[in-house]
C-alpha cells in the first residue's frame, strides 16, 4: 500500500513501541553500498530525539500503518501492530473517580463563595450564616464521596 512515493523510512521507536522521529531514506538499504549511509541515518535519527529506544529502516508500507492505521513497533517481530492501550491502574482509575465528583462539587462551591462575596458587600449577616451552613453541608458531602474513592 505504497501511497508515496518514497520507498523506505528510517525511524526512531521508543520504549513501547510508539514511532517518535522519522526521516526519509531515499535509497535502497538492501545494496551493500549504502551500509555507510544507513549507520550515519539510524545514528542520526538516535539523535533526534532522546527516548529512541530503536532506530531502523522500515518500508514505505510500514510507515504508513504506524502513521494511518494506529500501529507500534511490536517488540518481537519488530513489525506494525495495532495499538492496544494499557488497562488504567488503580491509581488512574481513582484519580479519574476524584475528577468527576470535584466536576459535580466545583460549580456548587463557586456559586456559595459568589453569593457569600455579595452578602458580605451587603452587610447581610443572617444569609452569611445561611451559605456558610450550606457551604459546610456541601464540603463534608464533597469529602465523604473523596473518602469513599480511598476506601474502595
Keep these: 500500500m505504497n501511497s ?8 526512531g521507536f521508543d520504549k513501547s513501541g510508539h ?3 522519522t526521516k526519509i531514506c531515499d535509497y535502497d538499504p538492501a545494496k551493500s ?3 555507510d549511509k544507513i549507520a550515519a541515518l539510524l545514528d542520526d535519527i538516535k539523535a533526534t530525539a532522546s ?3 530503536v532506530a531502523e529502516i ?3 508500507d510500514d510507515f504508513y500503518k504506524y502513521t494511518n492505521e494506529n500501529c507500534v513497533r511490536d517488540a518481537a517481530t519488530g513489525k506494525p501492530v ?3 492501550p494499557p488497562e488504567p491502574t488503580d491509581e488512574e482509575k481513582t484519580a479519574s473517580a476524584a475528577s468527576v465528583i470535584a466536576a459535580k462539587y466545583d460549580p456548587q462551591i463557586t456559586d456559595l463563595k459568589d453569593s457569600m462575596v455579595t452578602a458580605v458587600l451587603t452587610g ?3 444569609l452569611q450564616a445561611e451559605i456558610k451552613a450550606e457551604y459546610m453541608e456541601l464540603v463534608a458531602a464533597y469529602n465523604t464521596e ?3 474513592l480511598s476506601n474502595d
Design 4 to 11: 508515496t512515493n518514497v520507498d523506505f523510512y528510517a525511524a
Design 19 to 21: 514511532r517518535v522521529v
Design 33 to 35: 553500498k549504502h551500509a
Design 51 to 53: 527516548d529512541v529506544v
Design 58 to 60: 522500515i518500508s514505505a
Design 82 to 84: 495495532p495499538y492496544v
Design 124 to 126: 447581610d449577616d443572617e
Design 146 to 148: 473523596l473518602e469513599a
